[in-house]
C-alpha cells in the first residue's frame, strides 16, 4: 500500500530526513527477524530518543498506522515482523550506555545496547550482566526486555525480568512513563513486571536500569558423556535433587555432537548419546566442592566420560561447541526451526522420546540442545528449504512437539516469546477467561491495538498459524 | 470476628473451593457490596481505612497443597495454605520457599502475595516476584483467571501474576499459586556484631555485603544501647566457613534467632523502602530513640513504635531519596491523618485505568489500595 508523500513527510520532520526508509530494497531488509514469518513494513523509521518516538506514535495514531518495534531482530517468535505492515521502529540509534554505577551495581542503558557490549562494559567495574541469550552478540537489552528472554545461565540466575529495575516507555498514546525504579516495595501496581516480556504490545521501551552483579570469583566448568538422553536426564534430575542447582546445566544429543565435533572440536565424545555441560560458580571452594559432588552424582548416573575444564581456554572450547551449535548443524542441513516448549524437568526423558518419534515420522533430523536444568527444550528440526512443500512437514512436526510439551504439564515457550508464532496455541494453556484478563491490559496500554497487532493473542477464527509473506518477496527460496 | 481497621463487615464467608469463592464475589459485585479478602490476617494493617465493607472472603479453607515436585523444584498451593505448613511439606525433600516475613507464624501464601510481605532473606532470593511462577485469581465479574503455569520458566502471554503481587487483593482474590522453590542449603552459619555508633555499624553492614559471598540475609537492628548486625551465610561448607573467617564476627548469641526475628510485629508499624545507597541517610534522619531494623543490603528499614508527628519527616525523607515510607500498620485514625501509602505514584493514571478494568464496580477493597 505504501505511505502518502504527506505522512512520510510527517515522519521526517519527526525523526530527521536520513532516519525514515521506504525504499523497495531497504524495506526487504527488514521484512524478517530469526523467526520463519515474514513481512513488509511500509517505512522503517529510526527515532533518537523517547520524544522522538512519541512523534512517531503519534503520527500513527493520525494514520492509524500499525507500529512495531524493532531491537536487533534476532527474536525466534515473529515479535519484530510487521505482519500488518506499518512502521518497523528501529531502536538501532538508541545504543548509549548512560552509566554504570558500580556502587549501586545498576547500569542504566538505551534498548538498542547490545547484550553482550554491556557485559563487556560491565566487566570493567567486576560485574557481569546476568541474562545470557544465546545470541547475546547481536541481540539487544530492550528486545531481550521485550521478550523476556533466557540463556543458559537463567537456571541460577533468573531470566530478563529478574534483572530489571525499571523503564521509561513510550505508551501507543505518545505519553512517556518510567515504570519500577531502584526503589524496592514500590507502592501500586507492578507496571514494570507486566510491561517486561510483552513483545511490543503494550509499550516502546526507550531505556532501562538493569541489575549487575559481582563476577563470581571462581567458575568451573564439566563436559560428562552418556551413553543416552535417558541417562543425561535422570542425572539432571538427580543433581537438582541433591540440592545443587547449577549455574547452567546444558544438554546436547547425538545429532548435535557430530555437528559440532564436525566444527568445533569441542572434544565432545562421538560415541556419546547425550552430552551435559555443567558449570558452577561463586567462592573457590564453594566451586571445588560442588564439582566434585556434581563428578561423583553423574558417575552414579553412568556418565562414561567427565572432563572438567582445567582452564579458561579450555571452558571457553566446551562452551564454543554449545553456543556455536545451532550454527554447526548447517553441517547437517542449512535450515533449521525450534520451539523452546518447557516441561517439568522430570518429564524430559518421555517427552525427548516423543520428540524423537514425531521427527523420525516426518523423517526430518532433530537436533536437541537446551537449557536441561529449566527442562526447556531446542529441539531443532532441520531440513533444506529447497525441498518442495517441506515447510507444511516442519510446521507440523513442530506444533506437534510442543503438543507433548502441554500434554506432560509444560508451557509453549521458555524464553522466545510467543508472537506470531506461538499464537493460535495459546489457548492449549490459557481458557477464554485467562486470556481475557491479559486483553483487559492490551485495552487499557494500547486501546487502539496498534502496537505490534497479531502478536502473543490467538487471532480470531484461524486455528493454525500461517507463513504470511504479505510482499511474496518473502518467498521460500530466498531464505537466508 | 474479621475487622479492618474498627469496621466489621456484614457477613463473613469461607468458601471451601476457588469456584464458590469466585461466584459469591461475583455476587457480592452484582449486588454492590464492598469485599476484601482476608487470609491469615496477619496484615492486615496494611492499607488505608477501607470506604465500606460489607463482605469479608476468607481464605483459608482453600487449604490443599495442590502439588509438590521436589526433582522439579515447584510448588503448587492453594491460597489458604500458611506459609508454614507449605515449609513443612516441601522439608520432607530438603527444599523451601525461600520467605520469611515479619508478622510469622500464621501468613497464608495468598496473603503473603497480596501483601508483598517479606523479610530478611530477600538479601539473596528477593522477594516473591522473582520465583512466583503462577496464579489462579478470582476476579469481581466471578471469572477464574490463571496466568503463568507450573514450569520454573515460561513466557507465554502477559506476566499477570506480577500485577497481583503486591496489589492488596485490589484486582482480583488469588486463590491459587505456584512456585520455584529452592533445595535448602548445604551448610548455614549466622554470626554477628555490635557497634555503639551509627556510622561504625553501617561499615561493617558494607564490608558484609562486599564479600566475594555476601551474606544470605544481613539486618541491621537499632537496640537502647547498641548497633547490631546479624549475617547469616548459606552454600558449601568451606566457603560459608571462609566468609565468615574473613568477616570477624561473633557466633550469634541466640539459639534460633531468625525464627525470633521473624516473629516481630507491632501495632504501628512503618516501611521505609529506599534505593540501597540512600538508606543510610534516611535511617540517619529517623529520631534519636527510634525503634527499628533494616536490610541494608536490600534498602528496607521497619520502624516501629513512633509518633503520628515524627513520620511527615521520615516520609519526606524517604520520598526524597526516590522511595517510600508505608504504614504497615497504626490506627485508623492515625492513617487517615497520615495516608498509609504517601505520595502518589507517577503513574497512578495508568494504575486506575487497570483497577478500573480488573473491578469497575469497586467492589474489592475500596479505599485500602493506593488505586
Not at chain 1, 554447526?328 to 516448549?341: C, E, Q, S, V
Amino acid at each position: 500500500m505504501g505511505l502518502g508523500p504527506r505522512t512520510l513527510e510527517k515522519l521526517r520532520r519527526a525523526v530527521g530526513r536520513d532516519h525514515v526508509v521506504w525504499d523497495a530494497y531497504d524495506l526487504v531488509i527488514f521484512e524478517r527477524d530469526a523467526s520463519i514469518t515474514g513481512a513488509l513494513p511500509d517505512a522503517i523509521v529510526y527515532p533518537a530518543n523517547a520524544e522522538e518516538v512519541a512523534a512517531v506514535l503519534e503520527i500513527a495514531a493520525e494514520q492509524q498506522l500499525p507500529v512495531v518495534p524493532r531491537g536487533a531482530g534476532t527474536g525466534l517468535s515473529g515479535g519484530a515482523v510487521t505482519l500488518h505492515g506499518g512502521l518497523a521502529l528501529s531502536l538501532a540509534r538508541f545504543r548509549r550506555i548512560i552509566e554504570i554505577d558500580p556502587k549501586g551495581r545498576t547500569a542504566l542503558v538505551e534498548p538498542g545496547v547490545v547484550n553482550y557490549d554491556l557485559g563487556l562494559e560491565a566487566a570493567r567495574h567486576g560485574l557481569f550482566y546476568a541474562p545470557d541469550p544465546s545470541s547475546q552478540k547481536a541481540c539487544t537489552i530492550g528486545g531481550n526486555a521485550a521478550e523476556n528472554s533466557g540463556g543458559p545461565h537463567c537456571l541460577y540466575y533468573g531470566v530478563t525480568t529478574n534483572h530489571i529495575l525499571g523503564m521509561e516507555v513510550v505508551l501507543s498514546d505518545g505519553s512517556v512513563h518510567w515504570v519500577g525504579g531502584e526503589d524496592p516495595d514500590q507502592p501500586g501496581l507492578d507496571l514494570l513486571g507486566v510491561l517486561v516480556g510483552s513483545e511490543g504490545t503494550l509499550a516502546v521501551i526507550t531505556k532501562l536500569r538493569v541489575k549487575l552483579l559481582p563476577t563470581p570469583e571462581a567458575v568451573s566448568t564439566l563436559m560428562a558423556a552418556f551413553p543416552s538422553i535417558e541417562s543425561a536426564s535422570k542425572a539432571v534430575s538427580d543433581v537438582i535433587g541433591h540440592g545443587i542447582v547449577p549455574a547452567a546445566l546444558e544438554m546436547m544429543d547425538k545429532v548435535t555432537i557430530g555437528a559440532v565435533e564436525a566444527h568445533y572440536k569441542a572434544g565432545y565424545p562421538t560415541s556419546a548419546g547425550a552430552v551435559l555441560l555443567v558449570e558452577v560458580d561463586g567462592l573457590t571452594e564453594s566451586a571445588r566442592e560442588l564439582t566434585a559432588a556434581i563428578e561423583q552424582i553423574l558417575e552414579m548416573d553412568e556418565a562414561f566420560e567427565i572432563r572438567v575444564a582445567e582452564d579458561p581456554a579450555e571452558r571457553e572450547l566446551l562452551w564454543a561447541g554449545r553456543k556455536g551449535a545451532i550454527g554447526a548443524l548447517g553441517h547437517i542441513k542449512p535450515n533449521y526451526y525450534l520451539h523452546d516448549g518447557v516441561v517439568p524437568r522430570t518429564r524430559l526423558p518421555e517427552v525427548l522420546r516423543e520428540v524423537g518419534r514425531i521427527g523420525e515420522h516426518y523423517r526430518l533430523p532433530v537436533a536437541n540442545v537446551f537449557h536441561a536444568g529449566d527442562g526447556n527444550l531446542h529441539p531443532n528440526i532441520l531440513f533444506d528449504l529447497r525441498e518442495k512443500g517441506i515447510m507444511k512437514k516442519v510446521e507440523k512436526a513442530g506444533e506437534e512437539m510442543l503438543r507433548a510439551c502441554i500434554d506432560a504439564g509444560g508451557t509453549l515457550s521458555g524464553e522466545h516469546g510467543i508472537g506470531l508464532e506461538k499464537n493460535a496455541f495459546m489457548p492449549w494453556i490459557f481458557g477464554p477467561d485467562d486470556l481475557a484478563a491479559m486483553q483487559a491490559v492490551k485495552d487499557v496500554l494500547d486501546p487502539s491495538g496498534r502496537l505490534n497487532p497479531g502478536k502473543i493473542f490467538p487471532p480470531a477464527g484461524q486455528i493454525e498459524p500461517k507463513l504470511i509473506a504479505r510482499s511474496g518477496v518473502a518467498s521460500e527460496a530466498r531464505w537466508w | 470476628m474479621v475487622t479492618v481497621d474498627g469496621l466489621k463487615p456484614k457477613a463473613v464467608e469461607k468458601p471451601k473451593t476457588a469456584e464458590a469463592l469466585a461466584a459469591r464475589l461475583s455476587q457480592a459485585t452484582r449486588a454492590g457490596e464492598a469485599v476484601i479478602p482476608v487470609g491469615g490476617g496477619r496484615a492486615l494493617g496494611m492499607g488505608d481505612p477501607p470506604a465500606r465493607f460489607d463482605l469479608a472472603l476468607v481464605t483459608t479453607a482453600l487449604d490443599r497443597i495442590v502439588d509438590v515436585s521436589p526433582a522439579d523444584l515447584t510448588a503448587t498451593v492453594q491460597a489458604g495454605v500458611t506459609l508454614e505448613a507449605l515449609q513443612a511439606e516441601l522439608g520432607k525433600a530438603r527444599q523451601f520457599l525461600p520467605l520469611d516475613p515479619f508478622g510469622s507464624p500464621g501468613h497464608t501464601i495468598g496473603g503473603l502475595l497480596a501483601t508483598a510481605w517479606s523479610g530478611p532473606l530477600r538479601q539473596r532470593y528477593g522477594t516473591p516476584r522473582e520465583f512466583l511462577v503462577g496464579l489462579q485469581v478470582a476476579l469481581p465479574d466471578g471469572r477464574l483467571a490463571r496466568s503463568g503455569g507450573r514450569v520454573v520458566k515460561n513466557v507465554s502471554g502477559y506476566d499477570l501474576n506480577k500485577l497481583h503481587f503486591g496489589a492488596l487483593g485490589s484486582l482480583g482474590v488469588i486463590t491459587e499459586a505456584s512456585f520455584k522453590v529452592f533445595p535448602r542449603p548445604l551448610f548455614e552459619e549466622t554470626v554477628e556484631a555490635s557497634e555503639a555508633q551509627f556510622a561504625d555499624a553501617w561499615r561493617e553492614a558494607r564490608r558484609a555485603l562486599e564479600l566475594k559471598m555476601p551474606p544470605v540475609a544481613l539486618e541491621l537492628l537499632r537496640e537502647p544501647d547498641r548497633h547490631r548486625l546479624v549475617a547469616r551465610f548459606a552454600g558449601s561448607e568451606d566457603g560459608v566457613r571462609r566468609m565468615v573467617r574473613e568477616l570477624v564476627w561473633a557466633p550469634v548469641a541466640e539459639a534460633d534467632f531468625w525464627q525470633d526475628h521473624s516473629r516481630r510485629r507491632a501495632d504501628r508499624w512503618v516501611r521505609v523502602a529506599v534505593p540501597p545507597e540512600a538508606l543510610r541517610d534516611v535511617l540517619h534522619s529517623l529520631p534519636e530513640a527510634a525503634r527499628w531494623w533494616a536490610h541494608p543490603g536490600v534498602g528496607v528499614a521497619y520502624w516501629v513504635d513512633f509518633e503520628a508527628g515524627q513520620v511527615a519527616a521520615v516520609r519526606a525523607a524517604a520520598e526524597a531519596a526516590g522511595g517510600s515510607a508505608v504504614l504497615v500498620a497504626a490506627p485508623p485514625a492515625m492513617k487517615r491523618e497520615l495516608g498509609a501509602w504517601g505520595r502518589q505514584p507517577a503513574t497512578i493514571e495508568l494504575m486506575r485505568r487497570v483497577k478500573k478494568a480488573f473491578d469497575p464496580a469497586g467492589t474489592l477493597s475500596p479505599g485500602r489500595y493506593v488505586v
